[in-house]
């Protein structure tokens, strides 16, 4: 089983500043790797797939990079809808596997 | 535009088996390019993928869970299913029924999500 780690698992960021999260694969990944959004009492929405591409009416403002083993996501400038916890997932190997998550505060 | 929608029950006692529904509108599940799978979220924890099922009715399952869990499909009603055997506690969640890619032709990422349903274990 591929391990995903994330890093920070809180991130503390005021509006209009960039927030960088980080996801670990325990092995490579290629860029299998889509990011999702989770806010309270939702589903999570898909963001970002092969590591880099937007999801249909993603903003701009999220981008995704990294290939193998390390990931980013960055969200460039946050906006309030954008406080949320966030999970990176692998789907190069079953089973697939998602990291534990980093949720962005509102510092 | 796909839509999928969680049913069953949502509370059940220890041991018993946890049965859950999950129905597709907007499109079919024998689209060949399509996996349906079941993932949950233990209350303020992160996903854990269940398994996937294809319309051949292969299925892949997680193997921290695969001895206790059956998915299957129904055609006529568009429809997918989750059976966790012998649950526990432990098993208390909120369960997502959700489409994803060719895992073979690396789209295994999930683009449609069900509601969720919250499923408590207790006595």
């Known amino acids: 089983e591929i391990v995903m780690t994330q890093s920070p698992a809180t991130l503390s960021v005021s509006p209009g500043e960039r927030a960088t999260l980080s996801c670990r694969a325990s092995?490579?990944?290629?860029?299998?790797l889509a990011w999702y959004q989770q806010k309270p009492g939702q589903a999570p929405r898909l963001l970002i797939y092969?590591?880099?591409t937007r999801a249909t009416g993603i903003p701009a403002r999220f981008s995704g990079s990294g290939s193998g083993t390390e990931f980013t996501l960055t969200i460039s400038s946050l906006q309030s809808e954008d406080f949320a916890v966030y999970y990176c997932?692998?789907?190069?190997?079953?089973?697939?596997?998602f990291g534990g998550g980093t949720k962005v505060e509102i510092k | 535009q796909l839509q999928l929608q969680e049913s069953g029950p949502g509370l059940l006692k220890p041991s018993e088996t946890l049965s859950l529904t999950c129905t597709v509108s907007g499109g079919s599940i024998t689209n060949t390019t399509s996996y349906w799978a079941w993932i949950r979220q233990p209350p303020g924890k992160g996903l854990e993928w269940i398994g996937s099922?294809?319309?051949?009715?292969?299925?892949y399952y997680n193997p921290s869970l695969k001895s206790r869990v059956t998915m299957s499909l129904d055609t006529s009603k568009n429809q997918f299913s989750l059976k966790l055997s012998s649950a526990t506690a432990a098993d208390t969640a909120v369960y997502y029924c959700?489409?994803?890619?060719?895992?073979?032709?690396?789209?295994?990422?999930?683009?449609?999500w069900g509601l969720g349903t919250l499923v408590t274990v207790s006595s």
């Open positions: 092969g590591a880099s």
């Open positions: 959700a489409r994803h890619g060719d895992y073979y032709d690396n789209s295994g990422y999930y683009d449609y």
């Open positions: 997932q692998q789907y190069n190997n079953w089973p697939l596997t």
């Open positions: 099922i294809y319309y051949s009715g292969t299925t």
């Open positions: 092995r490579s990944v290629s860029s299998l």
